[in-house]
Each structure stands twice: as structure tokens, then as C-alpha cells.
């Protein structure tokens, strides 16, 4: 009896093994693969950029690293480093970056298909890692008061795991700046915020909903509960007029928590 007892336990050990290496493979399968579409798109744009004839400079110095050296468009008005992006998938709104981590990645939005590409790929394909993505009810372009983007916790540090460095305030010391393009214009965004919340329904902040301020009153509350709520205070409070984004992922502390990095636009 207990010889097939040994025997019955070395072979669930064995399957427990087997399909725990099958899961793991997986992972590091699709994280390679993914980041090679990422990587690719990426080399994509700016080899575009790079290879484009200048058409127009900006008529003022700006500081080095914010903009690019020309503003390049094609005759719809789109930057050119995105025209080809968007034309392989028209889902793009546009591109998110912050120098020196590995977050460089599309964002997209779906307006009649809300989180589609929480599981989904740039191809549209389904993946645990999605893509980034805007909420669907904002306005890129005009843009909305508040733009609330979402992107996963990757374990590879891809897609918005590095909003997770942010808690350590020499993070933000050292690297405060957001680049979020539009496809027709360049912009740069500084962070003033970073907490966490609960998504539970009836529970936490609800960051998201602020899309359109009513007024002053109601942007200013929602600036205040942001600053209210982050790991340490920046010194920075956006005025009634400015425009926000905030970066949401998932966040372990809490039920159902997230964590949010709040920026505003300052170019």
C-alpha cells in the first residue's frame, strides 16, 4: 500500500512539475515575443523619423530631449513616425514614453469596444500582457481634462510595471517627465502624483470618472484628492485649464487595488 502511495505521489509531483514548466515556458515565450513586436514597432517609428526629409523646425529653442528636432507630417497632418504605425493598425491614438526605463510602447483606444485590449495585442491578437490603452471615453486630441490610460504589472517589466518604481519618491526625483505624443502632436507631461486606491465598487478613488471637470471646483477636488492620497508631495498642484493623464495598474497591497501615477502637461 504504501509503495503505491510513494508511486502515486512522485507521479503528481511529476504533473504538477510538468504543467508549472509548461506555464513558465509559456510566459517566457510570449514575454519574448511580445517585447520583439514592441521592440519592433518601436525601431519602426523612429527609423521613420530619422529617415524622413525636415519639412518644418520649431521657431523656438526648446530644451534638449523634450521635443523632437522637426515636427515631420504627412499631407493628413499626421507626424510621420506614426503614419505607418497607424496604418497597420487604426486603433493608435497614439505613443507613450519615459526615458531611461523600458516603457516605450503604442497607445491605442477602442471607443465602441471598452477593454478590448486589456487582453489583446497590438495585433489585436489576445495576450495576457493587452497593450495600452486609454480609457473610451476620452478626447486624445482635444484633449480631455483627464485621460486615464491603463496598462498590466508585468512581471518582465514591461508595459506599466515601471509606475511601480515611482513609489520611491528618488525615482520621480530622478526621472519626472511622461512622453505622450498624440499622432499629430508631441507633448511632455510631468508627474505630481502617485497613490494607490481600491477599484472595488463603492470603495476608493474613483480617478477614472474625472474625464470632463465641471468646473473649477470639481478639477481642483480632484487634483486635491490626487495629492491627498500620493506616496509624497512634489511640489506641483495643476491649475483649472491644465491637462491630466494618469497611469493605472494593478496594485497588490490591496483587494482589487491600483496604482496610480498622475501627470500634467506642461508642452
Not at 469596444?113 to 500582457?129: Q, T
Not at 506616496?231 to 496604482?259: A, H
Amino acid at each position: 500500500m504504501k509503495k503505491y502511495v510513494y508511486i502515486l505521489t512522485v507521479v503528481l509531483l511529476v504533473l504538477v512539475f510538468g504543467v508549472s514548466a509548461f506555464f513558465v515556458g509559456s510566459y517566457v515565450i510570449e514575454s519574448r515575443e511580445q517585447a520583439e513586436k514592441n521592440a519592433a514597432l518601436a525601431a519602426l517609428k523612429d527609423s521613420v523619423k530619422e529617415t524622413a526629409p525636415a519639412q518644418t523646425e520649431p521657431e523656438e529653442a526648446v530644451p534638449e530631449g523634450t521635443f523632437s528636432a522637426a515636427e515631420i507630417r504627412n499631407e493628413n497632418g499626421m507626424l510621420v513616425e506614426y503614419a505607418e504605425i497607424h496604418a497597420q493598425n487604426t486603433d493608435l491614438v497614439g505613443w507613450i514614453r519615459i526615458d531611461g526605463t523600458p516603457l516605450n510602447n503604442p497607445v491605442m483606444q477602442t471607443p465602441d469596444r471598452p477593454n478590448f485590449y486589456l487582453d489583446h495585442d497590438f495585433d489585436g491578437n489576445e495576450s495576457e500582457w493587452g497593450a495600452i490603452y486609454a480609457r473610451e471615453e476620452c478626447d486624445i486630441n482635444e484633449p480631455s481634462d483627464n485621460i486615464t490610460l491603463y496598462g498590466h504589472n508585468m512581471l518582465d517589466g514591461s508595459m506599466f510595471s515601471v509606475v511601480h518604481d515611482y513609489i520611491d519618491r528618488q525615482t520621480w526625483e530622478n526621472n519626472p517627465l511622461i512622453f505622450f505624443d498624440t499622432l499629430t502632436d508631441y507633448h511632455v507631461y510631468k508627474i505630481f502624483a502617485v497613490f494607490k486606491t481600491s477599484a472595488n465598487l463603492g470603495e476608493g478613488f474613483t480617478y477614472h470618472n474625472m474625464i470632463e471637470a465641471k468646473d473649477k471646483a470639481d478639477f481642483d477636488a480632484f487634483i486635491s484628492k490626487c495629492k491627498e492620497l500620493s506616496f509624497y508631495d512634489t511640489g506641483i498642484t495643476p491649475q483649472y485649464g491644465d491637462k491630466v493623464i494618469c497611469l493605472s495598474t494593478c496594485e497588490y497591497t490591496l483587494m482589487n487595488g491600483r496604482l496610480v501615477m498622475a501627470a500634467v502637461r506642461i508642452s
